[in-house]
């Protein structure tokens, strides 16, 4: 993606273990101009981890972005109306947020935020990290991607044997992703080859 001006609502589910990748790829997008306002589900906002405090987390993450982000279902209502965000993201995208997404539930900050954003028509990318893609999750993946305006960062297994059923996007992607959706377009293969067993 070329540098240039573009508004982001980056939402942020409980996915604890990908939030190194998530400050490392926010970063990358504010350095290429785009302005990230972050929007915290209460788990990513409150819980600490043995992956990071949520304290260090929104700290690193409003450093990098310059914004405190958007905290609660009623700051995040107001997206909509104010035609705030340009594209959104959820990133990572839980399995539990991508069920709820799908049957229409809005009962966090960043479902809010999802639904106030697609009300104007405009894009939501999917950041997937869940252990439970290819079973219970794997029907509402398939309805998501026949549902307009939604699109998905590559995806593949990343550990086959010991979580089969696992599937997290390639962080790295989420650029790419969002030049796609900017155009109405699913950024393809869709699906990538598994990590290795060995990978590190």
């Not at 942020?12 to 350095?31: D, H, M, N, P, Y």
């Not at 089969?164 to 699906?191: G, Y």
Request: glycine share 6%; hydrophobic share 40%.
């Amino acid at each position: 993606m070329e540098e240039y001006k573009l508004t982001l609502g980056l939402g942020i589910t409980g996915s604890f273990c990908t939030f190194g990748k998530i400050l490392r790829t926010t970063e990358a997008l504010v350095q290429k101009g785009i302005k990230v306002i972050p929007v915290y589900s209460r788990h990513a906002g409150t819980l600490d981890t043995r992956f990071m405090t949520a304290e260090v987390f929104q700290n690193r993450m409003q450093e990098i972005t310059g914004e405190r982000g958007i905290q609660s279902i009623v700051q995040a209502e107001t997206i909509g109306p104010s035609g705030l965000f340009d594209v959104m993201a959820i990133a990572p995208c839980t399995g539990n947020t991508m069920a709820k997404l799908q049957q229409g539930i809005v009962d966090t900050t960043v479902l809010m935020a999802a639904k106030a954003h697609l009300r104007n028509e405009k894009p939501l990318v999917l950041a997937i990290s869940t252990n439970d893609a290819l079973s219970m999750n794997l029907r509402n993946i398939g309805l998501l991607m026949n549902m307009k305006h939604i699109y998905f960062v590559p995806f593949r297994q990343d550990d086959y044997q010991k979580k089969p059923h696992s599937l997290v996007a390639d962080f790295c992607r989420l650029e790419e992703t969002i030049a796609a959706a900017m155009k109405e377009k699913q950024l393809q293969p869709v699906v990538l080859s598994p990590m290795p067993v060995d990978y590190k």
